[in-house]
């Protein structure tokens, strides 16, 4: 076996090592009397980290971790550690943990939520896979904005500028007129200045679009994809959920359907919950939490005011003041995870709405070409990573969530 030590004790006649090869950890013995002196002497050679490789025979017991133990004939240090390794098992403040996040990664709790969020990656492919959904990869790159939120820029030769991807969706749209439902899944950015537990500068985002779907349709697809989701890491990664101390029996509520919410009953809700928020306001991470308060499940609240969402979105024919869309909120004082939409099929309306918002029409027309060739009712939502990630461990800031976080303030390592 090869690995890092994790742990060392020793009464002078027994001594125990356990150690991590990422695939878990081992405990294994030396007993002076049974191994070459030199052998026994590289013991005392061990810290923290020190990476290793011993042989012996593996032998079960109940006591040990992981139920086995290795009886230790032959022990080499591969690697040495020195005894200055940063993180000890003590208290450290978050922005000195975050600044070692290279070697913080290596601690129990960060190794489960990578393995939570691996999980969470291929549950969202297969979940996809096996709906026939293609998979499609769009630019990081782009002319054109899709999303309100803040841009990061770059000068592109002779192009002007170009601005790193918000979203995939409107290639995913041009998309789903050729392959008939497709997903997007990659990194996107936004130069948010917003410090808050749920927000990153870079995260990752599953963008579906489908053709011939309604808001209703949609709003299906997601309680499935979300339930599905979280049945998966239930069903495969306990350990990590118990490693975070999970309480999962919260997890086993959500099943489909989740329960829809009018914008304007939330608001009414909000209200009589004390809140400040008037009719026409986009909710705020406190408004959704004090909405989901009151379910154990995730909750849609659809429908928002045309003012409060993206250019893109239907304007809704039974409220022409509001759009076809909606936020999946997720329970336990998490909030938005999903923002999805019906997208406006209409021309002229959507034409109005990019010089509405004041967006550069040189920049859209391919998008507009999706309405005059064949224009076809679809939608589709996006769901972020790592906010999900975070809602099934339980980790109250997302930052945990990506193995590399960056933030407003974290460029390193
Ligand atoms: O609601 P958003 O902005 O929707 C879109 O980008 C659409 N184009 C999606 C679509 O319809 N195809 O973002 C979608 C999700 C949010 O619900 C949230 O989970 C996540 O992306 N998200 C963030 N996650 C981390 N940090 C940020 N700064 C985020 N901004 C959005
Ligand atoms: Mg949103």
């Not at 997601?222 to 495969?236: A, G, I, P």
């Not at 406006?344 to 959507?350: A, C, G, P, S, W």
């Amino acid at each position: 076996m090869r690995g890092w030590v994790t742990h060392l004790r020793s009464s002078g006649k027994v001594a125990f090592i356990v150690m991590r090869d990422g695939t878990g950890t081992l405990q294994a013995v030396l007993v002076k009397s049974a191994v070459p002196p030199e052998i026994w002497s590289r013991f005392a050679e061990l810290t923290q980290e020190t990476s290793i490789s011993i042989t012996g025979d593996v032998r079960m017991d109940a006591r040990a971790p992981g139920g086995v133990e290795v009886g230790i004939s032959n022990l080499d240090i591969l690697g040495s550690s020195p005894i200055d390794y940063p993180i000890q098992p003590k208290e450290h403040g978050v922005d000195f943990l975050m600044d070692h996040r290279h070697l913080w990664l290596r601690s129990p709790r960060q190794q489960a939520i990578l393995r939570v969020r691996h999980e969470v990656e291929q549950a969202i492919q297969d979940f996809f896979y096996e709906r026939g959904f293609i998979r499609v990869d769009t630019p990081i790159l782009t002319a054109a904005i899709g999303e309100r939120s803040g841009l990061f820029s770059t000068e592109y030769f002779d192009e002007g500028t170009a601005y790193l991807a918000q979203t995939g969706q409107l290639y995913g749209e041009a998309a789903a007129a050729a392959l008939g439902r497709i997903y997007t899944f990659g990194p996107t950015f936004r130069a948010e200045k917003s410090k808050t537990r749920r927000h990153l500068t870079e995260f990752w985002m599953i963008e579906p679009e489908v053709a011939f779907f309604d808001s209703n349709d949609n709003m299906r697809l997601q309680e499935d994809f979300v339930s599905f989701l979280v049945r998966r890491c239930l069903d495969r990664r306990k350990n990590e959920l118990a490693e975070l101390e999970r309480d999962t029996s919260k997890l086993e509520n959500v099943v489909p359907p989740f329960a829809r919410l009018d914008y304007s009953d939330a608001v009414t809700l909000l209200q009589r919950k004390g809140s400040e928020i008037k009719w026409g306001d986009d909710l705020g991470a406190e408004d959704e939490a004090l909405i989901v308060e009151e379910y154990d499940k995730p909750v849609f609240v659809m429908n928002y005011p045309k003012e409060a969402k993206a250019f893109y979105m239907k304007e809704n024919p039974a409220d022409p003041r509001t759009v076809l869309c909606d936020d999946c909120l997720a329970p336990e004082g998490y909030g938005e995870i999903i923002g999805g939409s019906q997208r406006e099929d209409d021309y002229d309306k959507l034409l109005a709405r990019i010089k509405e918002e004041g967006l550069p029409l040189d920049a859209y027309g391919w998008y507009l070409d999706l309405r005059r060739y064949g224009t076809f009712e679809h939608s589709g939502f996006g769901l972020g990573l790592e906010r999900t990630v975070a809602w099934i461990c339980g980790t109250p800031h997302i930052r945990e969530t990506s193995a590399f976080p960056r933030l407003m303030n974290r460029l390193k390592p």
